[in-house]
């Protein structure tokens, strides 16, 4: 999702050559920011020695009748929006990611997936860009689709690098890279509770404090003391979490998650669905204030429970945002793809995301909002400047704006520029900005609390 470059900071400074198909699938991770999990992951490669460029990544579609359709269309994304930026790719590299699901051993998903290898090839090779490698990674192993000798590339695969042992890994470290555990591990940070127990009691939670913040939040002379309230009570939670002992992270999820009660998440939560208050919230995005926030946010992203699903939206945008002010572009990117998977017409998210892919400067933005905690009110001119400027370079992104679906509802995620990234949103109108008008927002709030309120009121 995604801190993406070939290279940040000091690596752009220095040129590592991969040799074979070992070196590129120790370098994915490197790429991605993150291990990517049942991923198809395209990159592009400029010039005679394959500098790489551009980079999307995708989930593996589950129906075999997709994958001609998926291939198109990611063949198509990468080769025009490569053109776009940085001129026509000279070759392709696809990786597929997927482990067997028992762990019995990758062979068998490496055949499974041989046909979709075929298509991205096949398709990659329509737009006159050959594919240079495409691997397979299962199971601590990889395969090799267009390397016909078994002396290099034998029936049982190739084991994984160690991590940390290669050139790639002691580039990367010298250079700042770090990769930050598997995708799969960085979504369940982000996740709704599983613990039905856990869950049902956050749902009773929200459940009653709908009733009474609701109203009140569609009340005009009311809302402006609903958002003090929250922000108090978002800023006690800040502080109850800034004063524990820091911890890895999953310990240190759980320990959140025991500092903050359901009725203060639900009221939270609840309050966070006006955009004022949100755009308010984000102003804590830098220092020691943006790491209690950020883990605020993820705690009130994982107690959307049940039916509260899309109320994700707001504290995972939160989250995405502070990630990417403070540098984290992977975790930027992941928030945001799942806060888009809560409510695909998310503005903010939408906006922020883009603007994260195309690798634009967080610095507008940030500046926008200390305006804003100093006494000014929030302007979304500032945010819609940001994707504005991402439109100027070069039009829209194709990673980030579709002619239509893919097949099933899967959307290509990623960005044709320097960083490796994952991300996706729906088109939007470039006059769309995250601070709807009052009429809209008074709409769109009273469709979801109409069915939140009378589902309470059952």
Request: charged share 25%.
């Amino acid at each position: 999702m995604n801190k993406h470059h070939e290279s940040t900071g000091p690596a752009a400074e220095q040129q590592i050559t991969l040799r074979g198909p070992a070196e590129l699938a120790d370098a994915l991770p490197y790429l991605m920011g993150f291990y990517p999990n049942d991923s198809v992951v395209m990159v592009a490669l400029h010039g005679g020695r394959g500098r790489f460029g551009g980079r999307l990544r995708l989930g593996i579609p589950q129906a075999p009748g997709e994958w001609g359709p998926v291939a198109d269309q990611l063949a198509d994304c990468l080769v025009s929006g490569s053109e776009r930026r940085e001129g026509r790719p000279d070759a392709i590299v696809i990786f597929l990611c997927q482990d067997s699901p028992d762990g019995s051993g990758g062979r068998l998903t490496m055949e499974r997936l041989r046909p979709f290898a075929q298509r991205l090839r096949t398709a990659c090779g329509a737009r006159d860009v050959p594919v240079l490698e495409a691997l397979c990674i299962s199971d601590g192993r990889y395969w090799s689709y267009c390397c016909p000798d078994p002396r290099c590339c034998p029936d049982q695969g190739n084991p994984l690098a160690m991590p940390g042992t290669t050139v790639m890994a002691a580039a990367a470290a010298y250079a700042g890279v770090h990769v930050r555990g598997t995708l799969r591990d960085m979504e369940a940070r982000l996740r709704p509770w599983s613990d039905p127990a856990a869950a049902t009691a956050q749902e009773e939670a929200l459940d009653r404090a709908a009733p009474a913040l609701i109203p009140r939040l569609l009340d005009e002379r009311a809302r402006g003391k609903v958002a003090a309230e929250t922000l108090r009570l978002a800023r006690t939670l800040m502080d109850r979490i800034e004063g524990t002992q820091p911890a890895p992270p999953a310990l240190a999820d759980a320990g959140d998650d025991q500092l903050i009660g359901s009725d203060e998440a639900a009221a939270v939560i609840l309050g966070l669905q006006d955009r004022e208050t949100r755009d308010k919230a984000a102003a804590w995005m830098e220092g020691a204030e943006a790491q209690a926030a950020l883990r605020l946010w993820r705690t009130l992203a994982r107690r959307c429970v049940g039916p509260y699903g899309e109320h994700a939206a707001a504290p995972l945008t939160l989250a995405g945002w502070v990630s990417w002010s403070t540098g984290d572009e992977p975790g930027a990117r992941v928030a945001l793809t799942l806060a888009l998977r809560a409510d695909p017409d998310y503005t903010f998210a939408q906006l922020l995301h883009r603007a994260c892919n195309e690798g634009l400067d967080p610095e507008a933005l940030r500046r926008c909002l200390r305006e804003a905690a100093n006494g000014a009110s929030p302007d979304a001119r500032a945010v819609e400047a940001v994707a504005g400027t991402a439109a100027d370079r070069g039009g829209t992104s194709p990673h980030v704006r579709r002619a239509r679906p893919l097949p099933g509802g899967g959307r290509p995620r990623g960005r044709s520029h320097r960083r490796p990234g994952a991300g996706r949103v729906r088109p939007s109108p470039a006059s769309a900005g995250p601070w709807s008008s009052v009429a809209g927002r008074r709409s769109r709030e009273a469709r979801r609390y109409g069915r939140r309120g009378s589902r309470a009121r059952r």
